[in-house]
């Protein structure tokens, strides 16, 4: 037993052996703190007998917390769906989903996967009322491509767009239920519109929540033996699509961020816990929040297990932005997903630079390298080195 476990289970106890604030340094404590604790535990290894254990200055955390100068919408401005029964909200129509069509129009946010049944359904429905449903205007020029067989090349009837439509990111029924659907997870870069708070529709029933439910598996924080630190299992199988959990911290304003670049010991180092909120950042929204730059939540003081999870070349998970209240865009949640079945007991990895493709070519030139910072992930897609 290592010291911290050591003093959590003789001196943490109802004994009042130890004080308030010993405890609240405990990470054991905290997260046996959190709601789903019985349920859905957190648990800390280090079988490897470096001795090491997680940073002293490290808190435990459920939610992000917001910082000076990060504010969320006033209520007046809050925005929430009037969807009366919980079918609803799968559909266009549907308050939450209103901006889903406009938002996904990157040219990689369809990619060359095969669509799954779902979408086949919705590629059905769309040639049946000659529209064409939005993911799907990528395809266009690949020839033999599925919507060609199925969706005739003029005569959309744009108005059609207020018929009903599956527009939300999930599938709604089946053994797949409540997973990312084939045309999210292909590649795709398109942001997640949840129901939330402020919506008519019930939290348990409603089935577009996933996110907002929260994490539903139990994870590992580990020691790795090969030199990365700790790294994150997770307890039970997932599959493909299957939400994993949030990346928590503290959402900072870019100055501060850019205050902590430089206070770091290492400024290359804290770029590994620090993520910009920029999904929806353009400097010409009507939105000032949303002009840039934008905000950035920073996970190596304060965040969940997911802050352990190491960086892979070739990841089992992606982050996607997940946005509630269409109010609150520039503090949009990072929400990870499995992106292929994962084993029990498996590592689970994202790829930090996942989408940055200057950085990911930089990664891949002889003089630039040597100012970057060496990956270690070891698979065999490796780039080399991160940023
Ligand atoms: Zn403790
Ligand atoms: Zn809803
Ligand atoms: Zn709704
Ligand atoms: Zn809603
Ligand atoms: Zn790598």
Not at 363 to 370: G, N
Request: a negative charge.
């Amino acid at each position: 037993m290592d010291i911290v476990t050591e003093n959590h289970f003789f001196s943490h106890g109802s004994d009042q052996r130890s004080t308030p604030g010993q405890r609240e340094d405990c990470h054991l404590c905290q997260i046996r703190a959190f709601k789903t604790h019985r349920s859905l535990p957190i648990t800390i290894v280090n079988h490897t007998g470096d001795g090491a254990v997680l940073p002293p200055k490290f808190r435990f955390t459920e939610q992000s917390i917001l910082r000076d100068g990060v504010t969320p919408a006033a209520n007046e401005f809050r925005y929430g769906c009037n969807c009366e029964d919980e079918e609803s909200c799968m559909y266009a129509g549907c308050g939450c989903l209103d901006e889903v069509a406009g938002s996904d129009s990157e040219p990689d946010d369809v990619a060359s996967d095969e669509p799954d049944e779902e979408d086949l359904e919705i590629l059905q429905w769309a040639a049946s009322t000659q529209e064409r449903p939005s993911w799907a205007n990528q395809r266009r020029s690949r020839p033999g491509s599925i919507d060609d067989a199925v969706v005739p090349r003029t005569g959309y009837d744009t108005d059609a767009r207020s018929r009903k439509k599956k527009r939300f990111a999930y599938h709604s029924r089946g053994a797949k239920a409540g997973l990312l659907r084939g045309s999210m997870l292909n590649n795709s870069r398109a942001p997640i519109y949840e129901c939330h708070d402020g919506c008519l529709c019930s939290k348990d029933g409603c089935p577009n929540r996933i996110v907002e439910r929260g994490r539903q598996v139990p994870l590992q924080i580990f020691r790795t033996e090969d030199r990365r630190g700790w790294g994150v299992k997770t307890m039970r199988p997932l599959k493909r699509g299957q939400f994993v959990d949030c990346y928590f911290g503290e959402v900072i304003t870019a100055d501060e961020a850019e205050r902590r670049r430089h206070h770091a010991s290492m400024a290359q180092r804290k770029d590994v816990y620090l993520f910009a909120l920029d999904k929806f950042t353009d400097p010409t929204s009507r939105d000032p929040r949303l002009r840039g730059p934008p905000l950035e939540v920073d996970g190596e003081f304060t965040s969940g297990p997911t802050r352990f999870i190491n960086h892979s070349c070739e990841p089992n998970l992606r982050i996607f932005a997940r946005v509630g209240d269409l109010a609150d865009k520039h503090i949009h949640d990072l929400a990870l997903f499995a992106v292929k079945d994962i084993e029990k007991g498996e590592e689970l990895t994202f790829d930090y630079v996942d989408g940055q493709e200057e950085i990911e070519n930089n990664a891949r030139d002889a003089a630039l390298q040597v100012e970057m910072t060496k990956c270690l992930c070891g698979s065999k897609k490796c780039r080399g080195y991160l940023w």
